[in-house]
C-alpha cells in the first residue's frame, strides 16, 4: 500500500515543531550571545521535568504546564546564564563552547543524580482525528505540538519586528559594538535572550515529556537535530532555524517512505545529506545574512 | 533497619554517585581525548594469585575480604534493569555473608557504572583488576563483551554475566569442559542466549499463536538487530514469514512514519525491538495510529517499567523472553521480595545466580586466585555432586567434602561448554497491571533444535 505523502508531510512538521522550539532559541543565544550553548538540551530537560511535575504532581492541564515551563525554565536558564557565562563574556567563543559543554554534562548527570533513571511519562488524552478520503489521521497532540509552533513564530515575529527590545536586539545581532554606543543596553538584551531561548526550550521540554518521557537525556537527545536545523537555515538566524527545522523535519518521515526496508534507518542520515548539500551550494544557510539582518 | 541494610543503602547512594563522576570524568576524557588506546593495562593481571589489594591470594592464604566487581548500567539506554539487579545482587551478597562468607571472608561487590559503553566499560574494567584486585566480575554487556571480547580474554578473569544474550557468545566464552584452562575463554553468563529465547519465541507464534506472517520494527543498535536477525530466522526456518522488516535509529522523537510503513503492509502480527525509551514513543504513536494488531516485544522490555509507563497502550501485547523461574525462584522470590520494591525481570534473577556462582567457585578453589576460581566454576554450578540452592547450602556441603551441583533461582546453571545455560522461554501477555504468562516453551524442547550453544 503507498503512503500518502499528506501524511508524511503532517509527521514531518510535528518533528520540524519539536526541533523548531530547540533551535529558535540556540540559534537566538548564537546570532546575540555569539556562542554554541552545547548545554541548550539540558534547558529543554528542565522543561520535561518542570511540565512533568506540574502535570502529575499539580494538577495542571497540558497547555497550562507549557505555561509553567515556560516562565520556570526561562527563570532557570537565565540564572545559569548569569552565574556560568555571563562571567566569561569577554572570553571569547572557545572557553564559551568548553563551558557550555561542562555544564551540559554536569546538569545532565545531576538530573540523574536528583531524578534517577526511571522515565516519567505524562499522561495525556488524545484523540485522533482521521481524514480517509484523503488518506491521513492526524491526532489532538500533534496539532497541539504544530500549533504552539506556530504560536511561538507569530510571537516572536511580532516581538522581533515591532517592539523596540526585539529591533535592539537584531541590531546587537547586527553588531553589537555599533549598538553599545548607539545607547542600546546590550546586557538588557542578552539577559532577554537567554529568557526567551530557555523558554522556548521549556515548551519543546514539555512537548518531548508528553510524548516521549522525561528522562535527563530526553533535551541532549534533540541536540544534534537542533544545531543541524539551526545551521541549515542559517546559524543566528531564527526565521532560517524555523525552515531549517521543518524541512529537516519533513525530509526525516517522507525518507521513510522513499528508501528500501532494509535502508530506512537512514532516514535522519538523508536530512544530513541534505545539510551537506546545502551548506556546500549555499555555506551561509538557506536564509542568508541579508534577510537576516533586513 | 539493621546496620548492613544502612550501609548497603547508604554505598548504593555513593556508588550513583561516584559512578556519575566516573561518567563525567570519562566523558570529558573522551571530549579532550585523553583516552589511550586502552590495551596498555594488562600488565595489572600479572600472576593471577595476587588480589593482595583485597588479602586474597593464590598461596592459600585466608583473605579478610572478597572483592568481586559489578561493571552495570546505572546510567545509559539499559539503566531501567539496574535496580532490580542490584538490589538482587545485593541479597545474594547478604545471604552469603550471613553464611560466613567464602573462604570465611567478607563478601563484597564494588559496582561500577559503565553505560553500556565499550570504552568506559573497559575502563571499570581495568580499575576492578588492577586497583581494587577483585577475584572475579559479574557484568558487562553484549555491546561491551563484543568489541572488549580480546581485552577480556587477555585479562584471564573470570567473568560470570547476567545480561548477555548475544549469539556471539553462543560459541564463546565458558571452560570447554577441561579441566585446564589453556583452553578456556574466561565469560560464563547465567541468562539464556538469545538463541534460545528468540527460537522460543518463534516457535511459540508458529505453534501455539498460529502468527504465519509478522512484520519487525527494529532498533539499529547491536542487541535488537542481533535479536531481529535471530527471531527473523528461526521464525523463517518454522515455515513463518517475515513481510518487512522496518529499521529506525534509536531517540527520536516519532515513530510514526516508521510504523506507518510498517503497516502498509500485510501481516498477522508485528514484532517490536527497542529499548525502553524508544518503546515508550512507540507504543504511544502506535496507540495514537489505531494500527492495531498483534504486537510480540523483545525480551529486553520484560520489565515492570513497561507496564508502569505504557501498560495500558500496550494491553494484550505480548512479550517473550526467558523465564524467570527457574528451581530456586520460590525461595529466592520470597527473600528478594523482603528487601525490595523492584519489579523483577530475568537479568536480576541472573544476576543472584551469578554472584552464588562466583562466591561458591571461591569458597571451591579455596583460594582467590582468577585461575582457580575459573576452575571452579564448572565444577560447582554443573551436574554431579549434592544438590544446593544457596550458598550456605553450598559452603556446608564443600565443608564436608562434597561436590556441590548449584541449581539456581533463573535456570540450573548447568553450563554448557561454551559458558552457557539452558532454559524455558516465556510468552506473557501484556495487562495494565502486569505480565500473565501466554505460552511456555521448554528448554529441553529447544535443546534438540539448536545444534551449538
Known sequence: MEIPLAQEIIFGLVIGSYIALGAIGFTLVYGLVNMINFAHGEFITVGAFVGYLAVVFGGLSIPMAVAVALAITAVVGWVIARVTFEPMNEAGAVPLLLMSIGLGLVLRNGFRVIAGADRRTIPRDVTTYRFDDWGFFVTSQQLFIIGVTLVAVVVLHVFLSRTMLGIAMRATSDNEDLALVSGIDTRRIRNAVWIAASGLAGVAGVMLAVSQSANPNVGFGQLLLIITAAILGGAGSPYGAIVGSYLLGIGITVSVAFLPSGLTELNATMAFVVLIVVLLVRPGGLVNAEVRTS | ?453
Open chain 2, 1 to 453: 533497619m539493621s546496620r548492613k541494610e544502612t550501609v548497603g543503602t547508604d554505598r548504593r547512594t555513593f556508588l550513583a554517585i561516584t559512578g556519575t563522576g566516573a561518567l563525567t570524568t570519562v566523558g570529558l576524557a573522551g571530549c579532550i581525548g585523553t583516552e589511550d588506546d586502552g590495551n596498555g593495562g594488562n600488565g595489572g593481571n600479572g600472576g593471577n594469585g595476587g588480589n593482595g589489594g583485597n588479602g586474597g591470594n593464590g598461596n592459600g592464604e585466608t583473605p579478610d575480604t572478597v572483592v568481586v566487581g559489578q561493571p552495570g548500567s546505572l546510567t545509559g539506554t539499559w539503566d531501567f534493569l539496574q535496580p532490580a539487579a542490584s538490589d538482587a545482587t545485593d541479597l545474594a551478597v547478604q545471604q552469603i555473608n550471613d553464611a560466613g562468607g567464602p573462604l570465611d571472608a567478607e563478601f563484597e561487590v564494588n559496582r561500577q557504572d559503565t553505560t553500556v559503553d565499550p570504552q568506559q566499560a573497559r575502563e571499570v574494567l581495568r580499575q576492578f583488576i588492577d586497583s581494587d584486585g577483585v577475584a572475579a566480575i559479574n557484568g558487562l554487556y553484549s555491546s561491551e563483551i563484543e568489541p572488549l571480547w580480546e581485552f577480556i580474554q587477555e585479562q584471564e578473569v573470570p567473568i560470570i554475566t547476567p545480561w548477555p544474550g548475544s549469539t556471539y557468545l553462543d560459541t564463546r566464552g565458558g571452560d570447554k569442559g577441561t579441566d585446564e584452562t589453556d583452553d578456556d575463554e574466561w565469560l560464563w553468563r547465567t541468562v539464556i542466549g538469545d538463541t534460545v529465547h528468540t527460537a522460543g519465541a518463534a516457535e511459540a507464534m508458529i505453534d501455539e499463536a498460529g502468527v504465519e506472517r509478522m512484520a519487525i520494527l527494529s532498533a539499529t543498535s547491536a542487541g535488537e538487530e542481533g535479536w531481529t536477525r535471530q527471531f527473523t530466522s528461526w521464525y523463517e526456518e518454522l515455515g513463518g514469514e517475515i513481510v518487512e522488516v522496518i529499521s529506525a535509529s534509536e531517540g527520536q522523537s516519532s515513530y510514526q512514519s516508521q510504523l506507518n510503513e510498517l503497516f502498509s503492509n500485510d501481516f498477522d502480527a508485528w514484532a517490536l525491538s527497542f529499548a525502553l525509551e524508544d518503546a515508550i514513543t512507540i507504543l504511544r504513536n502506535w496507540e495514537d495510529g489505531g494500527y492495531g494488531g498483534q504486537l510480540l516485544m523483545e525480551d529486553g522490555l520484560r520489565d515492570d517499567s513497561l507496564i508502569d509507563e505504557v501498560g495500558e497502550q500496550a494491553d494484550g501485547a505480548w512479550i517473550a523472553a526467558g523465564s524467570t523461574e527457574g528451581p530456586n525462584y520460590d525461595q529466592f522470590l520470597s527473600s528478594y521480595e523482603e528487601v525490595s520494591d523492584e519489579g523483577l525481570h530475568p537479568w536480576a534473577v541472573a544476576a543472584y545466580d551469578a554472584t552464588n556462582i562466583i562466591a561458591l567457585a571461591i569458597h571451591h578453589a579455596g583460594e582467590t586466585s582468577h585461575e582457580a576460581i575459573q576452575r571452579s566454576i564448572g565444577a560447582v554450578s554443573r551436574p554431579d555432586g549434592t544438590t544446593v540452592t544457596t550458598f550456605a547450602e553450598g559452603k556446608d556441603a564443600l565443608d564436608n567434602g562434597d561436590e556441590i551441583n548449584y541449581e539456581g533461582a533463573v535456570t540450573d546453571c548447568d553450563f554448557t561448554e561454551h559458558g552457557n545455560v539452558w532454559g524455558d522461554v516465556v510468552v506473557e501477555r501484556v495487562t495494565p497491571d502486569g505480565f500473565e504468562t501466554e505460552f511456555t516453551i521448554s528448554g529441553d524442547e529447544l535443546q534438540d533444535e539448536i545444534d551449538e550453544y
